[in-house]
């Protein structure tokens, strides 16, 4: 079974510090995974992706994330935190014998104080 | 390039009244497609999915079904709403067998008063 776990629901930072959101999977084989965006009432835009390339992903605004397989984890990172930022992300799991399913986290809402 | 497009952006339906929500993919052919609810305050629950024309996978038991009668159009019906159908309803698709992203349309808001 595929799972995945965001440990925060919500993570407050401070601008120009540095955001770090946590994810952990669970899958039988190698999975992509996936980093998504969402501004609210909006969809859902594609931040960065890991398909068994390099590890460490580079995405938009930023954003990078660094696949561990040892500790099953896909953890989102920023240097510098914009108010822009502010929204919610969500991690994404597809497993490599089900391309056609993708799992959800239950998301993290980011919010930037000035 | 790809695009899709779901409709309406909100919708405001009494209980017990019927729903479709229509969503079409353009710039692509046999494209995965999906249709995912988001509840306040929850994640994305994936409610369908389909590979193909007429094929329709159900991820929970609801009331709601969902139709692909061609090869770009996916459409989310439901004969009478509740008002646990209240949520932000998300169309999706991915390239079928590929190691890619899905790319999602705007939603639809749905509130059943």
């Known amino acids: 079974a595929q799972s995945v776990t965001q440990l925060d629901s919500h993570v407050s930072v401070s601008e120009g510090t540095p955001v770090l959101l946590r994810c952990n999977y669970s899958s039988s084989y190698s999975p992509s995974l996936f980093w998504y965006v969402q501004h609210p009432n909006k969809g859902l835009q594609l931040l960065l992706k890991y398909t068994s390339a390099a590890t460490l992903v580079k995405g938009i605004n930023g954003f990078e994330a660094e696949f561990k397989k040892s500790e099953t984890s896909f953890h989102l990172t920023k240097p510098s935190a914009h108010m822009s930022d502010a929204a919610e992300y969500f991690c994404v799991v597809t497993p490599r014998d089900d391309f056609n399913k993708f799992y959800f986290g239950s998301g993290t809402k980011l919010n930037v104080k000035p | ?105 705007q939603g639809t808001r749905l509130t059943v008063v």
């Open chain 2, 1 to 105: 390039s790809q695009t899709i497009h779901q409709w309406p952006a909100t919708l405001v339906q009494p209980v017990g009244s019927p729903l479709s929500l229509e969503c079409t993919v353009e710039g692509t052919s046999n494209p995965n497609l999906y249709w995912y609810r988001q509840a306040a305050g929850r994640g994305l629950q994936l409610l369908f999915y389909s590979v193909g024309i007429g094929q329709i996978s159900s991820e929970v038991p609801q009331n709601l079904s969902a139709s692909r009668p061609q090869d770009r159009q996916f459409i989310l019906s439901s004969k009478k709403l509740l008002l646990s159908d209240s949520g932000f309803y998300l169309c999706a698709w991915s390239v079928r067998g590929g190691r890619t992203e899905a790319f999602f349309g």
